[in-house]
């Protein structure tokens, strides 16, 4: 966007890391690419501010970083540590562990002997373990790998993918000492989750299909309008610990919503679609920071956008 006459354009300088084409080879012969750390400079538009996430506080997006080649489709975001997030892109396994300080890439490991692909939409994280969720409902878990390495890993049938399109997993709620994951549906397959936000929780204790939702709500009922919700297709999301309230983003309607666990409202902000075309991931950091992951326009790179408490 051009600045009014005599408006200064406020920049941001932004450090990034960028891949270089090098490439690690597997015994069968298959090729996958790692990213290589060399800096970039790139210069951003300064934020805007909009609200998120509390309703009565204020956030600043204070950082946009422009990310690796790799995550031109990223698709999910997990809290890796106090300063980082895991994050993956839409067709292979491959787990990034990203600096929200300045957008580094911290390392990259491949989830199989030779890399899984598929449809990635969801990624959680529990004592050294990652789990990432397809669009059609398997879940896979392995461990945190080392930089440039494969992990093993196993795989389960959460059963979600009969009744919905997935687009988003979180940690939810402990059955006794191992956690659930809440699995956010984007598109009904059956006509009863039609126009609902609708989540499903899978036991890690358990390890069994589910047949039933945890949350099943009409849009409208939580938001009472009826143009936004025609817009509302979820593509990230993220519980609060405390509260055991959701973060949810879509990418469609370019919001980002705060809801109890029981579907109440607590609020709503409207993002800018200039600079969030198509936000695919929310995580909550342990400071309170929000971070939002953006995949990429047609030729440009997938995005991280860090909000900070006023």
């Known amino acids: 966007m051009t600045p009014p006459p005599g408006t200064a354009r406020r920049c941001r300088l932004v450090v990034v890391w960028r891949p270089l084409p090098s490439v690690e080879r597997t015994a069968a012969g298959s090729c996958t690419s790692w990213p290589s750390r060399r800096f970039t400079r790139v210069d951003l538009p300064a934020p805007d501010i909009p609200q998120a996430g509390d309703p009565s506080q204020e956030f600043n997006e204070v950082e946009t970083f422009a990310l690796a080649r790799g995550l031109k489709e990223i698709s999910g975001l997990a809290v890796a540590s106090d300063g980082s997030v895991f994050a993956h892109g839409d067709e292979n396994a491959i787990i990034y562990e990203i600096n929200v300080e300045n957008g580094d890439i911290i390392r990259a490991f491949?989830?199989?002997?030779?890399?899984?692909?598929?449809?990635?939409?969801?990624?959680?994280?529990?004592?050294?373990?990652?789990?990432?969720?397809?669009?059609?409902?398997?879940?896979?878990?392995?461990?945190?790998g080392e930089h440039r390495s494969r992990v093993s890993f196993n795989a389960y049938d959460?059963?979600?993918?009969?009744?919905?399109?997935?687009?988003?997993?979180?940690?939810?709620?402990?059955?006794?000492?191992?956690?659930?994951?809440?699995?956010?549906?984007?598109?009904?397959?059956?006509?009863?989750?039609?126009?609902?936000?609708?989540?499903?929780?899978?036991?890690?204790?358990?390890?069994?299909?589910?047949?039933?939702?945890?949350?099943?709500?009409?849009?409208?009922?939580?938001?009472?309008?009826?143009?936004?919700?025609?817009?509302?297709?979820?593509?990230?999301?993220?519980?609060?610990?405390?509260?055991?309230?959701?973060?949810?983003?879509?990418?469609?309607?370019?919001?980002?919503?705060?809801?109890?666990?029981?579907?109440?409202?607590?609020?709503?902000?409207?993002?800018?679609?200039?600079?969030?075309?198509?936000?695919?991931?929310v995580a909550l950091m342990p400071d309170k920071r929000i971070v939002i992951a953006d995949e990429a326009e047609r030729a440009g790179s997938g995005r991280l956008s860090v909000f900070v408490p006023n």
């Open 110 to 144: 491949a989830i199989g002997k030779q890399t899984l692909s598929g449809d990635y939409e969801g990624i959680a994280t529990y004592q050294g373990k990652i789990f990432v969720v397809t669009s059609d409902g398997v879940l896979y878990e392995s461990d945190i």
């Open 158 to 281: 959460t059963g979600v993918g009969e009744f919905c399109e997935i687009e988003g997993l979180s940690l939810g709620p402990f059955d006794g000492p191992l956690p659930s994951f809440l699995i956010l549906c984007k598109t009904a397959l059956i006509d009863e989750y039609k126009d609902n936000i609708t989540i499903f929780r899978w036991s890690l204790a358990e390890r069994r299909p589910v047949s039933e939702p945890w949350l099943n709500i009409p849009c409208e009922t939580i938001f009472k309008n009826d143009t936004f919700c025609k817009d509302f297709r979820p593509s990230g999301i993220d519980r609060i610990d405390e509260d055991g309230s959701l973060l949810i983003v879509t990418a469609i309607g370019f919001s980002l919503v705060h809801i109890s666990e029981e579907g109440r409202l607590i609020g709503t902000t409207q993002l800018d679609k200039n600079r969030h075309p198509q936000a695919e991931g």
